[in-house]
């Protein structure tokens, strides 16, 4: 049975999953859109989850559809993976397109892996409930789970920004030179970043 002590010592300030146990990286202006962010968070075990990052100007918008239909011939939701080495994954190069993010002001947004390997999961929630991707865009709302090749686990992500590089991005794109505004600070992205 706990006692008060031990609540004592229980830190309730432990953050997020993605926190704890992720390595983030972020890829800035993805398919050369500006602000279009992103982030490829890499669990220890080498498994990388791509979510939207906090900077992106969907976060003020209201989601209206995730679409994971690339093209005529290719649905990133029709996956089905078999045995152990995920046989039927499609595989894919960091430019490769998973999902197209449509807005109630009409603007659309086309999300990319970021990271090159095997396409294991579509985050099918997305279809019927698309405001996860920017309510819950640190947990529920992660795009897609990518595998990389074992031989690139380590190397991943070396050509992405870190949380400190993307703050600078993030200031400079504001235009400011010294310190984000308390707006930015009280963010995610400040927080994620810290």
Not at 2 to 16: H, M, R
Not at 80 to 98: D, P, T
Request: contains cysteine; hydrophobic residues 30%; neutral net charge.
């Amino acid at each position: 049975m706990l006692t008060a002590e031990d609540l004592q010592d229980i830190d309730v300030n432990q953050g997020s999953v993605l926190e704890r146990y992720y390595s983030k990286r972020f890829c800035v202006d993805v398919g050369k859109v500006p602000a279009n962010d992103q982030i490829v968070a890499q669990h220890q075990n080498g498994l990388c989850l791509v979510l939207v990052a906090p900077g992106h100007p969907m976060h003020s918008k209201t989601v209206t559809g995730v679409n994971f239909k690339i093209s005529d011939n290719c649905d990133r939701s029709d996956i089905v993976l078999s045995g152990k080495k995920k046989r039927g994954a499609q595989f894919m190069n960091a430019n490769s397109k998973l999902c197209k993010v449509e807005c109630a002001d009409g603007t659309s947004y086309v999300l990319e892996a970021c990271v090159r390997g095997k396409l294991l999961e579509v985050n099918q929630h997305l279809k019927t409930t698309p405001g996860l991707i920017t309510k819950h865009w640190d947990s529920d709302g992660y795009v897609a789970i990518i595998q990389p090749k074992k031989e690139e686990e380590k190397t991943a992500l070396k050509n992405l920004l870190t949380p400190e590089q993307y703050e600078e991005s993030v200031k400079h794109r504001m235009g400011q030179k010294h310190h984000l505004s308390d707006e930015i600070i009280d963010s995610p992205c400040k927080r994620l970043c810290s």
